[in-house]
């Protein structure tokens, strides 16, 4: 059988064979273009680095420098926080420490007036029996009120002094 051109109808290699060609012509055009042919003259790889390439790597060296600027801004402003945060803790620190010692200025104050007063402070005295300027002998029961009184008096006075001490230990140990 033969067709109306005249070819055998089993013949219909040659259409596929040009198509082939074709596919073929465009396929090697399209990787001379992207640079992936093997061909010395018309790939890409022997001309260098085209417009684009170029453009790229020079954006690219651009945002790593400004990257490294604002991390090196961050690491600054990081340290600056640090330092505020460690300068204020130090002021609070003295203020602390100021503030302790006007304490036990004021408290070791009031502990030698006690003393100076002799005994046990103004309210033993107010309401002794005995009256200012007499020279009558204290009775047992008012030299044992007395005694009580002294001894309670250096009990908190202890007490008040390992108070102190322990805040001292502390500041010493805050950094």
Avoid at 3 to 22: E, I, M, Y
Avoid at 88 to 93: C, I, M, P, T, V
Avoid at 140 to 158: P, T
């Amino acid at each position: 059988m033969t067709t109306s051109t005249g070819n055998p109808v089993g013949d219909r290699g040659r259409p596929r064979a040009a198509l082939l060609c074709c596919v073929l012509a465009l396929a090697g055009g399209m990787l001379a273009g992207c640079g992936g042919g093997a061909s010395g003259n018309g790939s890409a790889e022997s001309e260098g680095p085209t417009g684009t390439e170029a453009h790229a790597g020079e954006e690219a060296a651009a945002r790593s420098k400004r990257e490294k600027a604002s991390e090196t801004q961050a690491a600054q402003r990081e340290e600056a926080e640090v330092k505020a945060k460690v300068e204020e803790l130090r002021k609070r620190a003295e203020a602390e420490a100021a503030r302790a010692k006007a304490g036990k200025r004021s408290a070791k104050q009031r502990a030698s007036a006690r003393r100076a007063k002799g005994g046990a402070g103004t309210r033993a005295k107010r309401n002794s029996p005995t009256k200012n300027g007499s020279s009558a002998p204290q009775g047992s029961s008012e030299k044992a009120s007395e005694e009580a009184a002294r001894r309670r008096l250096q009990s908190e006075e202890i007490a008040e002094a390992k108070h102190y001490q322990k805040l001292e230990r502390e500041e010493a140990r805050k950094p």
